[in-house]
């Protein structure tokens, strides 16, 4: 036989042995007979030693071709092998669940907070906050309750000593805002507040509120409905209905409470709403003149707007819970619902 | 406040339907909070008459008669004995809800409907004043009077028809708490008039000059004391419609004397207090301060202990009643009551105001006081208490009136700028529309002598009645208010202007964010506590002077407390393993308060962020093993928490002496100062909130997190020539911890090796019962060039040298 036959004929031998190929040992067992240094085509290099010099290059070019091709054959078998090898042994069943991880929550009053701060940092509020333990100069008498008056007993109060107390809402922060800097004011006030009542479904002894406070030359009651309804569109949809209520509140005359009509019931009247149609969700005025005098602002040359409003309720209402209690329990299973 | 609208139209006429008046007034500020329809529960009963009846041609018991009910005659099949024709009935129609069934034991209420009784059509009942609920009688039916109208509705009939409102009073409105009040408000919305009942008085010839003095000692709490004497009253229970008047708004009956000065105080809200003339000693009247610790006994039949300051009522020898808040049961009227004096006066609202919450007593009388009472209406109230007294209970009135009034109450006047209001409200009120406006609500418009050139201030004088009525912005206010909210445009048109702070990003709501992605729930919990708790953690505890209950009688000092009872409570639902953070403040007193600090100076709030880890540690799957959570679990979310904000140079560091509520509590630290802590909570802790798992927590001070924390970031060049990893085991004693290790490895592998890990931690058969075998991988890289092999075990052998020094460590191989 002539090289060139032999190279023929191991070419036809490769191609069916490759068949014969059904496991990696084989393919392996394949790989020594042919591709390794002592394998056959390996051989045939050594006796083209013995060729006459003028078939060399010929010769050595098919040889070349020889060897890619049982590699190529090789590979390729070995990539087949290989693939079909993992779907066989690696048997999924996909429908046992993935390995997870804890999923953590936001308590829900975070996120209502979170989102009715966002709301206001678009329009140009700043934060800031006070103290809770308060003396009674910031949570009351710089806001216009004076000693002694009737309006006090709105908010029944927890007292430290005589005057010190659990702030019982978030408006001395405006009075501490305003005693460090000059109009414009631009802030809403975040923050837990305490009111000494007995618990109930209705009612915690303590929860959250943001106040706001716009002051600066030319602010008008116009101003606020405008900015609290465009709040309330942004919060609840822009379709709500509202209302404004004449109200009273020793620091913001004139007052009002903003109503919007119920999002449950759209105004029909229901449960929630307490079949008035209606859902009361903040308190609001314009900043009364005599707590300018508090803090060295002159009546004459500025005004603002306040409002307040609680973010249980707002919470409460949004979700459609009926007892604020739970809002305190934090059952995990509660939590994991926001 | 409850408002009877069948009353309320004596003052004011309206054509509009409850809804829509509630509607008014809730827009005018006076919100109408409930409406409440008296009669709803005799809807679909009528007056009738029996007009035929004959015997039931299927059952001996019972007739078929035919009554007229108004509109038209209908068959109706009953069983009362007593039924007989021309009777006039109430007749319940197909719809109406009978009260009381009285077939039924429980006498439950039932729903009427058209039926077949033994075969004959049976179109309503006859109805026993048992079964409406106006009696016991359960014999036969009721009986009306021949002369009743037929076809009128029971409620109607009953005088119940009536409609009553709550409404919530804001403080500052005491006019508004009485009928003639809110009527002024109905025709101020309304734009109509209001007309006060017509008092015409027959006095007797004999003067009250004869029959009583009244002594003002304290004219400043009482500017004015008016009284009357009325003789030979008879006591007796009021008159039908009075007593409907006052039960529509929840005043129980009580005589004809109370009745008429409840009546009173509801109409004009004036309170009036009337004495048993013949019990006051020297028919005298003093009005006096109270001495220390004097007692009286007050109408409720509480004796109260008094004390100076407070403003009494006396006789020439003792007291008869607290000024304006309540009288005395030595001087109430009884049924053998023949001569009364009245009294009708004003009192100081911080006097009387001080005087309720000292006693923890409030009355009617005392809520309109210390509210602002009209100085101006005693006297009028007076003349309506005798008239209707008079009326109801006969006596005579002496002639005259006891008025002390030193010094007449000055009308208040404000001047209102046009341009101002318009300012504030965002209006373009003209000057008509604001006189118009405050003159509907009795705001009398001063014409100024000197008319101002462009007539921007109006001056208005202000009724007795509104003593809210001070300032300029109180009228802007009842201008606001008039005018109509709605009717003022809703518009934003202020310029958005930054403030010089610049905008910061809240660390807080990011640190919360990446635990929630950590799988924390977050949790809210009371700050108030127990003292016990909370002195557990701290002895400057702040303490709550009325708390709602003890275990709410303290600031929280620490938040593991809040959060163990959360860890129980999830517990006992079954939820064992427990992911929780919260972020609160806990609250320490730090001074003694003194008169001249704020109490920011006294009392310190730090902001907190407590994480807590209980059960297992990683969410459970099929294919691995459960694992508790343990301490490394904890120190391991804080420490990614650390560096995800920028603090990586931190240091856990054992506390050498112990730490309340927690065992092995070990200390963050960065650059030597305390950000927080770690530990395993006690046994003990544990044991008192019922936990019977581990719980793990790490204690974090926000604020010296932020100081500390970089949020500002800069880029470094990443390395242009390959790094070098080597693994090293290292077979030391068990109590060498690993961070020396680390330590040591660093300083002998010098500037080319940047990080040290452990990847590995194995005691156990293969090495000495006293040695552990720690793994640690080496990352070596060069900014200036690719670092050789020669290089690298140079420096490895360094360590190993300087190992075996410093830890007696030997190289596993």
Request: overall charge negative.
């Amino acid at each position: 036989m002539t090289m060139k036959e032999t190279i023929d004929e191991i070419r036809n031998q490769l191609d069916f042995e490759i068949t014969k190929v059904n496991s990696l040992p084989e393919l392996d067992q394949f790989r020594i007979k042919y591709l390794a240094r002592k394998g056959i085509i390996a051989e045939l290099f050594e006796t083209l030693k013995n060729v006459p010099p003028d078939q060399k290059p010929s010769l050595g070019k098919e040889l070349n071709e020889l060897r890619t091709h049982a590699q190529n054959l090789h590979d390729e078998k070995k990539n087949n092998l290989e693939s079909n090898q993992s779907s066989q042994s690696e048997l999924i069943d996909i429908t046992l669940p993935g390995r997870r991880k804890w999923i953590g929550s936001l308590h829900p009053i975070t996120q209502t907070l979170n989102e009715i701060k966002s709301i206001f940092l678009r329009l140009g509020f700043e934060i800031a906050s006070g103290p809770e333990i308060e003396d009674d100069y910031y949570n009351f008498e710089a806001l216009n309750f004076p000693p002694d008056h009737p309006a006090r007993d709105m908010q029944d109060t927890f007292f430290i000593s005589k005057k010190t107390l659990l702030r019982t809402h978030t408006s001395p922060v405006q009075i501490r805002v305003m005693e460090k800097q000059q109009p414009p004011v631009r802030v809403i006030m975040p923050g837990r507040v305490y009111r000494n009542e007995a618990i109930s479904a209705r009612s915690y002894c303590l929860f959250h509120q943001v106040e706001g406070l716009y002051v600066d030359t030319n602010v008008t009651f116009s101003e606020l409905k405008g900015t609290l309804v465009a709040f309330a569109q942004q919060f609840y949809g822009s379709d709500l209905k509202f209302r404004f209520r004449p109200s009273f509140f020793p620091f913001t005359e004139p007052s009002a409470e903003m109503d919007i009509s119920c999002f449950l019931c759209k105004g029909k009247g229901c449960r929630v709403c307490k079949y008035a149609g209606w859902l009361e969700i903040l308190g609001c005025g314009m900043v009364n003149p005599n707590v300018y005098k508090f803090v060295n602002y002159d009546p004459m040359k500025v005004s603002g707007y306040a409002f307040g409003m609680g973010i249980e309720r707002i919470t409460m209402l949004r979700y459609g819970i009926d007892d604020i209690r739970i809002l305190f329990d934090n059952d995990v299973r509660f939590l994991k619902q926001f | 406040m409850k408002i009877s609208l069948k009353w309320l139209r004596q003052y004011v006429e309206f054509n509009i339907t409850p809804e829509e008046l509630a509607d008014k007034l809730t827009k005018a500020g006076l919100e109408v909070e409930s409406i409440d329809y008296l009669g709803s529960k005799f809807n679909n009963f009528f007056t009738g008459q029996v007009l035929t009846v004959t015997k039931h041609p299927n059952a001996n018991k019972l007739t078929v008669c035919d009554v007229n009910v108004g509109d038209s005659n209908i068959a109706i099949v009953c069983g009362a004995p007593n039924v007989a024709i021309g009777q006039k009935v109430v007749v319940g129609l197909a719809g109406a809800v009978v009260p009381r069934n009285q077939h039924d034991p429980d006498g439950k209420a039932f729903e009427l409907a058209k039926v077949k009784i033994r075969g004959v059509e049976s179109n309503g009942m006859i109805c026993s004043e048992y079964e409406l609920g106006i009696g016991e009688d359960k014999d036969g039916i009721l009986v009306l009077n021949d002369n009743v109208t037929i076809g009128i509705p029971l409620a109607e009939f009953l005088g119940l028809n009536d409609i009553v409102f709550e409404i919530g009073i804001t403080p500052n409105r005491p006019d508004c708490l009485s009928h003639i009040g809110i009527g002024r408000e109905v025709a101020a919305a309304l734009k109509t008039n209001y007309k006060l009942p017509e008092v015409t008085i027959n006095e007797s010839s004999s003067s009250i000059e004869n029959s009583a003095i009244v002594i003002v000692e304290d004219s400043d709490k009482c500017p004015r004391y008016s009284a009357r004497v009325i003789k030979n009253v008879k006591v007796q229970s009021s008159p039908k419609w009075l007593q409907n008047y006052l039960s529509a708004i929840s005043i129980r009956p009580i005589n004809n004397i109370v009745d008429a000065t409840n009546y009173v105080l509801m109409e004009t809200g004036h309170p009036l207090h009337a004495f048993d003339y013949d019990k006051l000693n020297e028919k005298t009247i003093i009005v006096r301060e109270a001495i220390d610790g004097e007692h009286f006994v007050t109408l409720d039949g509480k004796g109260r202990s008094l004390t100076a300051g407070m403003l009494l009522i006396c006789d020439a020898i003792k007291p008869i009643a607290i000024a304006g808040v309540m009288g005395g049961i030595n001087s109430e009227i009884t049924d053998n009551t023949k001569n009364i004096l009245l009294e009708s006066a004003y009192f100081d609202p911080r006097s009387i105001r001080k005087t309720s919450k000292q006693l923890g007593l409030s009355s009617d009388a005392s809520q309109r006081f210390e509210r602002g009472a009209d100085p101006n209406a005693t006297i009028y109230s007076i003349n309506r208490a005798a008239q209707l007294i008079a009326e109801i209970a006969g006596g005579e009135i002496q002639k005259g009136i006891i008025d002390v009034y030193p010094k007449p109450f000055t009308p208040t006047r404000i001047n209102v700028s046009l341009q101002r209001s318009n300012n504030i409200l965002g209006t373009n009120l003209n000057v008509c529309q604001i006189i118009e406006l405050l003159e509907s609500i009795n705001c009398e418009h001063q014409v100024a002598e000197k008319q101002n050139a462009e007539k921007d201030i109006v001056t208005f004088k202000v009724p007795s009645f509104r003593p809210d009525l001070e300032k300029e912005i109180d009228l802007i206010e009842e201008l606001a208010r008039l005018y109509g909210y709605d009717n003022i445009e809703t518009k934003m048109q202020s310029v958005i202007k930054f403030t010089s702070n610049p905008v910061q990003s809240d660390i807080v709501d990011e640190m919360r964010l990446w635990l929630v992605g950590r799988g924390f729930n977050e949790i809210v919990t009371n700050s108030l506590q127990s003292k016990e708790l909370a002195y557990l953690s701290s002895s400057e505890v702040v303490e709550v002077m009325n708390p709602i209950s003890k275990d709410m009688a303290a600031m929280r000092t620490s938040l593991i407390p809040n959060i163990l009872e959360v860890v129980r409570n999830n517990i006992y639902h079954q939820t064992k393993n427990l992911n929780l953070f919260e972020v609160g403040k806990t609250y320490l007193k730090i001074l003694q308060e003194s008169e001249n600090q704020k109490s920011d100076e006294n009392y310190k709030e730090e902001d907190k962020i407590i994480l807590a880890k209980s059960g297992i540690a990683n969410f459970p799957n099929w294919a691995e093993n459960e694992r508790n959570s343990d301490i490394y679990d904890l120190k391991g979310e804080v420490e990614d928490l650390l560096l995800k904000f920028g603090l990586d140079k931190y240091k856990f560091i054992p506390y050498s002496t112990t730490k309340a509520l927690v065992d092995m509590p070990v200390s963050i630290e960065i650059n030597q100062i305390e950000v927080g802590y770690i530990a395993k909570v006690q046994k003990q802790m544990l044991k008192q909130f019922d936990i019977e798992q581990d719980v793990y927590i790490a204690d974090l001070n926000i604020n010296i997190f932020k100081s500390l924390s970089k949020i500002e970031k800069k880029y470094k060049p990443l390395p242009d020539y390959p790094m070098v990893l080597r693994d090293l085991a290292f077979i030391t004693d068990k109590v060498v911890p690993v961070s020396e290790m680390q330590g040591t490895i660093y300083k002998a592998g010098g500037e080319l090796l940047r990080t040290v890990e452990i990847f590995d931690l194995y005691s156990g058969d293969q090495i000495h019962s006293d040695k552990k075998s720690s793994a640690f991988t080496l990352q070596f890289f060069s900014e200036d060039r690719t670092l050789t092999d020669v290089e690298i075990e140079k420096i490895i052998n360094k360590i190993v040298e300087a190992m075996k020094v410093a830890h007696n460590a030997a190289l596993r191989k």
